[in-house]
């Protein structure tokens, strides 16, 4: 199998342009049988019929997201700093990874508005589906703290991210762009055809929510997610300091999407289209 040796694109080319993969036929045969035993919403992509799975699939994601997330700062509260600053921040780390694994071939798994704006400026997903996409993961966000407040209580402030002690407004917004710059890069990054790690990418994303939350958590408490900061704002009943988590992640998203052009050129190839939509097979027949 050869790989490609350079960058994703080369001069005037696009990510539609890329070099395709060359695979052995039985390689191809394996694949093909693999994709076949998919259900047919996770194969048929552009099939509205089955839109409410995908949408289920990132509520559903998100709820287990947020669960961690929010619940890791909630139970720290409880127990009075039982659960550890590394621990609440690898908790959600470990979360997207297993949610990508086990689900990320119905939906893609963006489990984050602005991965779903990402991959919709790359024209790797369609805007259509922006929506629905961001409703589910609002929703999913919102579910889980209300779990959380039901059986904690206001705790934590049911997981609300908020710049820590010592740290403003300004500064938490500027760390929030920085990582979410970081996030979606790797998230676009593993998307390109050069990169493709197929599933395998859920590590890659995991690690560096993991990385984030380490050094970062302290000043703003390293959300990166618009929805992860949404679901505890709500249910709190205190929105005063949500244009934090939206301005930053957005702010960081544009960035990021910039950032993909410059190395990879334009978007709307095929190779991150698949996987925005959750295929991660992106192998393509060619005889060598």
Known sequence: MN??????????RGEAERVELVVRPEQLTRRVELLARQPIWARDFDNLSYEWRRLFSELFGTFLLVLAGAGGAVLDARTQ????????????????L????????????????????AFALRRDFEWRRVPGYVLAQLAGATLACLVLRATFGTAGQVGATVPGPGFGATQAVVVEGLLTLGLVSVILGTASTAQNIGSLSGFGVGAYIVLAGLWASP?????????????????GGDVGGLWIYLLGPAA???LAVAAAYILRGPGG??????????????FTAKKP
Not at 5 to 12: A, K, L, V
């Open 3 to 12: 790989l490609p040796s350079g960058g994703d694109s080369g001069p005037g």
């Open 81 to 96: 700093g039982g659960i550890g600053r590394a621990a609440a921040v690898t908790a959600p780390g470990l979360t997207v």
């Open 98 to 117: 297993a949610v990508i694994l086990f689900m990320g071939a119905v939906s893609g798994a963006h489990l984050n508005p602005v991965v779903s704006l």
């Open 219 to 235: 000043v703003s408490g390293a959300s990166m997610n618009p929805a992860r900061s949404f679901g505890p704002d709500i249910i």
């Open 252 to 254: 960081g998203t544009l």
């Open 269 to 282: 190839g095929t190779a991150a289209s698949k996987s925005a939509r959750g295929t991660l097979t992106t």
